[in-house]
């Protein structure tokens, strides 16, 4: 199986990744949907049981697509942070280690709706900010899934899956690529999130992902 799939948009190759993220080879740019980084952090200040480790998770695999393409520049779309909580210390000081990694990689996060809540990365981490869209190629990279009166748009937000059934009451909820004919949303990049159901129509197509590749369904 492969990592990844390439599909054709507007004449324009993009690779869907196994690893819930796709690659721009034309640009040499890996686009990250709504990491959340601190999400479980947050929930624990909330007294909340969830799981630690998370960050760190989310983190390595960053650091392996990052080892896997030639990469000059990583786009975060929208909610890098997931809320006020998630600067905490433990959170940032993973976060710095791992830039620190890739120090010479140019990094930038287009604000989304978590973010505004949360605030922007500290200045330190040297991810430039910027609000949506932004216009790459034929592309038009924003956060949230709202139309682009020239270009392609390229989104998350909505953290989509799609259900797979099988024999009797047998399913499986897989996160997906959801494409429809001028805008394709990413699955969530994160370890802790949830996912919201997408159906497959005639206008639209759909790639799951899950134990490493993707396929169309």
């Not at 959801?178 to 919201?196: N, V």
Request: glycine share 8%.
């Amino acid at each position: 199986m492969k990592p990844h799939l390439a599909i054709d948009i507007a004449g324009t190759q993009l690779w869907l990744l196994a690893d819930k993220a796709a690659w721009y080879p034309a640009e040499r740019t890996l686009l990250i949907a709504d990491v959340h980084f601190g999400k479980a952090a947050a929930y624990r200040r909330l007294g909340q049981p969830v799981p630690h480790g998370t960050t760190q998770a989310n983190v390595q695999r960053l650091d392996a697509l990052l080892a896997a393409y030639d990469c000059k520049h990583l786009i975060f779309l929208g909610d890098f942070l997931h809320a006020p909580e998630s600067h905490a210390a433990e959170t940032l000081q993973t976060l710095h280690h791992w830039r620190e990694r890739h120090s010479g990689l140019a990094m930038t996060l287009i604000r989304g709706n978590h973010d505004k809540r949360a605030g922007d990365p500290p200045s330190s981490l040297r991810i430039n900010v910027v609000p949506e869209p932004l216009l790459l190629g034929p592309f038009a990279l924003r956060h949230e899934p709202d139309p682009h009166p020239t270009h392609i748009v390229l989104a998350g937000h909505v953290h989509p899956s799609y259900r797979l059934y099988g024999r009797g009451r047998q399913q499986l909820k897989l996160p997906c690529f959801y494409l429809l004919p001028r805008m394709g949303i990413l699955p969530a990049f994160g370890e802790f999130t949830g996912g919201m159901n997408v159906q497959r129509g005639d206008d639209s197509r759909v790639y799951v992902v899950g134990d490493g590749a993707v396929w169309e369904v």
